[in-house]
């Protein structure tokens, strides 16, 4: 369960007079549901890399439950997310060769030196929750809406305090788009998870308890 | 994390193999310059270890050793009878076989000598030594059974020989395998050689042959009364017609003296004006001497390949691995450490390279076997093909230089940001 209180951030990149993210002040309770709407181009990617620290702030801080991750050097910055946030991405970001099994597990692995107990069964049944029924099929061979759903199993199985998805829905169709949606929704709300989503899908951003809308990189009121 | 490498692999198994191959084949280049030459110097120095010191007429020391333990035919002018009288008598002599030369059968060289030889050889394996003039031993490789019989041809391997049709040998032993061409050679009495060739050359009113080995020996003066008609084939070796002076001679005589200095003492005495003593280890570090350059220039020939082959390959990972800057950032993304993302493409990169080392190290080896055993049915050396502990090291080296070159593509993953890594 994290809360986030953001304070002074400004983000700049080299030759542009503007700069790309400007939040003087902005902050979200733990728990709390927020879509994150705006033009492309209006510093949408940029918040979503900041907050998960992805990428180094610029100036100000980004505290989530007090800890400021734009203090934190990369090398720190990097165990922070993986211990705190879930990610869902619009192009799935997940890998063709494993199953759908390894590739909820493949963060883990990878962060850890051995498995965390207890986090097989939680990818089974996650990915029983979102509705695949053979987490021993290779990825590559299903369906794009079931990589999605494979993907928010991925994201849910450390148990983050943060999820953040970047568009989930944009590029699956209506129906899939729907039921990720639903299940994005119902699995943060379950968890108790803090959740941040950047999306052009009505149907999702109502369903957020707050609207966060970019322009020029500021908040519009 | 190998589970993810193995994946990774298993998806790109057609690259990954190609990279792993030319790996192999450039290395398998360099291995095989190397082995090969060790095989080739190995092989020679062993077959010649078996001879102490050859004598011969003045001439060419490397034709002299290359005719007498090599067995390559070639004109050789002839040694008086009294030297090989004086060598057999002499105290410091253990054994002085004569080697004479000139006919062949199916392709093995007859070679005339005494039975000595075949002890000096390392001995019998099967069968027994001369005791008639119509005996023959062969070498361990010669494809004749004990109780055949063969004419011998006049000339030498490999030239269209006229058949001493009247003179018949009966093989009665074969010598134990030495490593050396004798393997492929046919060892008959040398008074026989004289005979055949005495007989053959009256026979047919030839004019002496300048053309020296024991096709000269018509030349030489010939009436120590024997019968040499067509039916010496069971009259009895006359060993003492060695020492006698009034044979027609021999062009090489291999000489195992009783010690070093005793070694030492007779090519002093022996290389005199119509002499000549040579140890065939000196002449052979001669000849290495000369091709060594050339082996230089072939281990230059392919470390420059293996160089352009390692830059190609280099490039091709590096390339590979901004192309998978997405995949690496999205890693980075879900939470893996960035040195664990570094080992993981340092690994599977460093996997295809030493595969392709080691498999290179196995494809160098396997073709220099099958070089090397050709050459030992044509030839007869025996070519040992043998690593070393050097080529450990080469080995080691190698893959020390590859790990260290695999990390250039895995500090570009590390490098950059995950953000940066996602928008590429």
Known sequence: MLALSVDGLQVRYPGLPVPALDLPSLSLAAGETAALVGPSGSGKTTFINIVTGMERAGSGCVAWNDENIAGLPEGGRDRWRARNVGLVMQDFHLFPGLSAEANVLLPQRLSHLRLPAGMQSRARELLARVGIERPEQLVGTTSRGQMQRVAVARALVGRPGLIVADEPTASLDAESGAAVADLLVELAQEAGSTLIVASHDGRLIERMGRTLRLENGRLAA | MFHFILADLRRNWIGALILALLIALATALGVSVT?????????????????????????????????????????????????????????????????????????????????????????????????????????????????????????????????????????????????????????????????????????????????????????????????????FAGEAVDESELLHTDNPGVPAILVKPKSIADAYNLRQQYRTETTLAVFPGEVLTRLYGTLGDARRILGFVATGAQLLVGAAILMVVAVHVLQRRRQIGALRAFGAPRPVVMGMVWTEVFILVAAGVICGFAIGYAIVRAISGYLARNSGVAMPVEFQPADLWTLLFLLAACAAATLLPALIAYRQTPAQALRS
């Open chain 2, 35 to 231: 082995l090969q030459e060790r095989a080739l110097r190995l092989g020679s120095a062993r077959a010649a270890a078996a001879f102490d010191l050859v004598v011969g007429a003045a001439g060419s020391e490397t034709q002299l050793i290359l005719s007498s333990i090599f067995l390559q035919p070639a004109p050789l002018p002839l040694l008086p009878p009294e030297t090989l009288a004086a060598l057999r008598a002499d105290p410091r002599v253990e054994n002085a076989v004569p080697v004479g030369f000139g006919d062949f059968v199916a392709g093995y060289p007859i070679v005339g000598t005494t039975s000595d030889a075949v002890e000096m050889l390392g001995g019998l394996g099967e069968g027994e030594g001369f005791s008639h003039m119509g005996d023959a031993i062969v070498g361990a490789q010669v494809s004749r059974a004990i109780g055949d019989s063969f004419h011998p041809f006049h000339g030498a391997v490999g030239e269209a020989g006229e058949v001493h049709s009247h003179v018949e040998y009966r093989v009665v032993g074969r010598m134990a395998p030495t490593g050396t061409p004798w393997d492929r050679a046919i060892l008959v009495p040398i008074q026989s050689v004289w005979a055949t060739h005495a007989n053959h050359d009256h026979d047919h009113g030839h004019e002496p042959e300048q053309t020296a080995g024991l096709a000269a020996v018509a030349s030489v003066p010939h009436d120590h009364g024997h019968d040499h008609g067509p039916g």
